[in-house]
């Protein structure tokens, strides 16, 4: 009895295991597809309510007046794009399970650093500028916000976040280009991570950095979209082997 028990339970291990794995890779395509979307849209919803990030090329104290003029929807639409943003740390954590190489395990950590640094430099504009945006043109608020521009938005949230997404990118990619990606997704991932890590250079003046890195977010975005498509792809196969 005990026997046949054992050969029973054994049995229905192996049918669970490949049922669960592609329940794990809708995850990981859901998380990459929302990451992408979530995105996207808190940047064009910013784009139109408070013309960023070109606002920030205006006087510090006319950002304030107009921030302070519209402050529930910027407020909700930073606080959107620092939800997107940090969907990179569970998208870094899923991702890294998808195999078990170094390169993956490095990945895992500089995605999470990535979303960090980046929901930090994001969350200064609805928990720190309101106090600011109060009092547009006191020297004192203006003085502070260009401090937190320069350390949490520039130094912070976005070269530090560029880098990190850039690397977190090429080691994926160099991770999972026979697996998963194929040979056209890791050249549009790579090409991907090179236009974003531009962006590091913008603050040194660099021509078309800035336009460089925002093409190179857009391509990423797709990129994103397109590997949540493979791996589902990869689970569908995977499943279909494992059960015949």
């Not at 291990?13 to 890779?25: D, N």
């Not at 200064?124 to 203006?142: H, M």
Request: aromatic fraction near 6%; charge should be positive; avoid cysteine.
């Amino acid at each position: 009895m005990s026997h046949t028990s054992s050969s029973l339970s054994s049995a229905s291990a192996v049918v669970r295991a490949p049922a669960g794995r592609p329940a794990r890779h809708r995850l990981i395509a859901t998380l990459l597809v929302a990451g992408a979307v979530v995105v996207n849209v808190a940047f064009a919803g910013l784009g139109s309510v408070f013309d960023y990030p070109d606002v920030l090329n205006h006087p510090a104290a006319e950002v304030l007046a107009t921030f302070h003029d519209k402050q529930g929807a910027v407020s909700g639409l930073f606080l959107l794009l620092a939800i997107g943003a940090g969907l990179m740390a569970p998208i870094a954590v899923s991702v890294g399970r998808l195999g078990s190489s170094r390169l993956l395990r490095a990945s895992v950590v500089v995605g999470v650093a990535a979303a960090v640094v980046q929901v930090v430099g994001l969350l200064r504009w609805p928990l720190l500028v309101p106090g600011l945006a109060a009092t547009p043109e006191d020297p004192a608020a203006i003085s502070t916000f260009h401090t937190l521009n320069v350390i949490l938005g520039t130094v912070v949230g976005e070269t530090v976040g560029y880098a990190l997404t850039a690397i977190w990118t090429v080691l994926v990619v160099l991770a999972l280009r026979e697996v998963v990606l194929g040979r056209v997704l890791m050249w549009v991932g790579l090409v991907a991570a090179a236009l974003i890590a531009a962006g590091t250079a913008e603050p040194l003046g660099v021509p078309m950095a800035g336009l460089l890195n925002f093409v190179g977010y857009v391509v990423w975005s797709a990129w994103l979209v397109a590997f949540a498509v493979r791996v589902l792809l990869v689970a569908r196969r995977t499943h279909t082997l494992s059960v015949g």
